[in-house]
């Protein structure tokens, strides 16, 4: 995401290296190469030019001070100016209501679906009791795909399979809700390959049915300035209240997200990336200007980790670590939760600095089944003792994992550094090994 865009606007800024000072000429190279970084990332010209002119502004006679360089100066500039194009602060999104209504919009193939299983499924985390609704009833899948969704989040769904009419399907769905103590119904509506009237009218008329707290425009963001111009379309006819970006893990180039807001004037509440189900996440414009500019993006960084700590988990596995007990089990958990904050490639691409230097490196989300196999060939008796584990166990570890004996090894010897290190660790002051509350 966005990889040629930020490789782009560092080359610009490289234009200011070595300069004591930020003058017309020097500033003008760099803005002119940044338009040319937006432009081809499918940004339109009139909002390049927009941007562009607003950053000259800011940087014309601006003097170095304590230290900071021209080109960091710039890169401040290009930081803030692009977190404002993209909508300057994160949105709130509204779940009062007895039950709140979320309406969800969309052309086909956008990914409405499976983004409404990702919102139940995220607001379930949040403590709220989500419905989901199946309101396309043309698509002979959908209803089954959502009531699988479902069905892995532990979400219910409301269908009425032999009914085509949506808008009375998503009033019954609301009185199912209100019976069962559901505050939240998410409604799925049909799209269509194109912007036609009757899809048009058909979710209007569910609108001004439920009236929902939400309108959410749900657009692949892979479709770049397509996806702007079809929120502006729907954004005449329904008024929604905030836009949706699916496929961030695709190939984009950006220009969705850094347009969308600037013509349709309303904001980018999610973002989405693959077909798991907790991989969507609250847009925050400044830490994605942040990850443009390959600043990495620690914060929602530490936030994946939080939602996956286990406060008990973290205490009882401290304990062990403090004892030098620390086994192949507990490994094995921690490699679970790190796998269920999201991709590993994109996890790593958070951490400042790390991003560019792993761009061109192919990191799998199956990079750790090598070892998981080699664990779960372990008895439970052998993952709570390393220690026993001699070379007959290790051969028959080895064939059960589908793995070399050398590949045992090395697994081995990797593990007991990890916990030679915890053990110096221990010998710290608690404060400075910084395993405190929350610290794992």
């Known amino acids: 995401m966005f990889e040629n865009l930020s490789d782009r606007l560092e080359s ?7 300069e004591g000072r930020i003058n017309e000429l020097n500033v003008a190279n760099t803005v002119k190469e940044i338009r040319r970084a937006l432009v081809d990332a499918d940004v339109n010209y009139k909002i390049a030019k927009e941007f562009t002119d607003k950053v ?3 940087a014309v006679g601006e003097k170095v001070i304590n230290a900071i360089s021209p080109g960091q100066l710039m890169v401040k500039i290009v930081k803030d100016e692009l977190a404002e194009l993209m909508g300057g602060k994160e949105s709130v999104f509204n779940t009062n209501g007895t039950p709140a209504v979320i309406l969800v919009a969309g052309l086909q193939g956008s990914g409405k679906t499976t983004f409404s299983g990702k919102l139940a499924n995220w607001l379930k985390g949040k403590g709220k009791s989500p419905l989901l609704v199946a309101g396309d009833v043309y698509r002979p899948a959908a209803i089954d795909q959502l009531t699988v969704l479902g069905g892995q989040i532990g979400v219910e769904v409301y269908s009425e399979p032999e009914n085509k009419n949506p808008v009375a399907i998503a009033q019954a769905a609301i009185r199912e809700a209100k019976a069962k103590n559901k505050n939240v119904v998410i409604i799925d509506t049909a799209g269509r390959l194109a912007v036609d009237e009757a899809m048009m009218t058909e979710v209007a008329n569910i609108k001004s049915a439920v009236n929902p707290q939400e309108i959410l425009f749900v657009v692949d963001s892979m ?3 397509d996806a702007v111009n079809t929120a502006k379309v729907f954004n005449d006819r329904l008024d929604f209240s905030g836009v949706v970006l699916t496929k961030m893990d695709g190939d984009t180039r950006g220009g969705a997200a850094l347009s969308i807001k ?13 077909e798991k189900l907790d991989t969507l996440d609250v847009f925050y414009p400044e830490r994605m200007a942040q990850r443009i500019l390959g600043m990495g993006d620690i914060t929602t960084l530490v936030e994946k980790a939080q939602a996956q700590y286990d406060e008990e988990q973290a205490k009882k596995l401290e304990k ?12 094995l958990d921690q490699l679970q939760q790190i796998k269920k904050m999201g991709n590993l ?10 991003g560019k230097a792993i761009k061109d490196v192919d990191i799998s989300d199956d990079a750790f089944k090598g070892v998981e196999a080699i664990i779960r060939s372990m008895t439970p008796f052998e993952r709570a003792n390393p220690d026993v584990i001699d070379m007959s166990r290790k051969k028959r570890i080895a064939g059960g994992a589908g793995k070399d004996i050398a590949d045992v090894n090395q697994f081995m010897k990797q593990f007991e550094q990890m916990r030679q290190m915890m053990k110096m660790m221990n010998k710290m002051p608690m404060g400075r090994m910084g395993m405190g509350r929350g610290g794992m």
């Open 223 to 225: 479709t770049g300035q």
């Open 56 to 58: 000259r502004e800011k």
């Open 345 to 354: 490639k994109d996890l790593m691409a958070m951490i400042p600095g790390v």
């Open 262 to 274: 600037y013509t349709v004037q309303k904001p980018i509440k999610f973002i989405s990336s693959g």
């Open 12 to 18: 610009a800024f490289k234009q200011l290296k070595g």
């Open 320 to 331: 062990k670590i403090r004892k030098n007990q620390f086994d192949f089990q507990d490994f």
